[in-house]
């Protein structure tokens, strides 16, 4: 129980790290340990996104440094550039048709990434375009 290491964002700026367990887009909540307090229950709603990571502490220089061009795309599905309302661009892979109404995961195309896969809440973008 709780295996993925997870970051999450919320609305408000607040950050938080746990371990939790993947979930559906569909869910409204989701249960989490935190890494230095209790178990607790976290709204979807509430968040900004939920990074499921690789580790809770990165160098930023590695894990951010631009990726090579892409020259085989290994994940399924379309590119996507999400532009959240408080400025933060995010560039990823969906297996998505239409811009989402409800929550949903991509994959981030920079294998630099400490993210592993990141599920993203709608209502905190400001801008969704297929690349």
Do not use: W
């Amino acid at each position: 129980m709780f295996d993925d290491r997870m970051v999450i964002r919320f609305l408000d700026g607040k950050v938080i790290k746990a371990f939790g367990d993947n979930f559906l887009p569909a869910e409204d909540r989701i249960m989490v340990m935190e890494c230095d307090g209790p178990m607790r229950t976290i709204e979807l709603s509430a968040v900004k996104m939920v990074c499921f990571v690789k580790q809770f502490v990165t160098d930023s220089h590695s894990t951010h440094k631009p990726a090579p061009p892409l020259i085989y795309q290994a994940v399924p599905g379309r590119k996507i550039t999400l532009a959240f309302k408080d400025g933060e661009v995010v560039k990823g892979v969906a297996t998505l048709e239409a811009e989402p109404k409800r929550g949903f995961f991509i994959t981030p195309l920079n294998p630099n990434s400490n993210n592993l896969q990141i599920y993203v809440n709608p209502s905190a973008l400001k801008r969704f375009s297929f690349d």
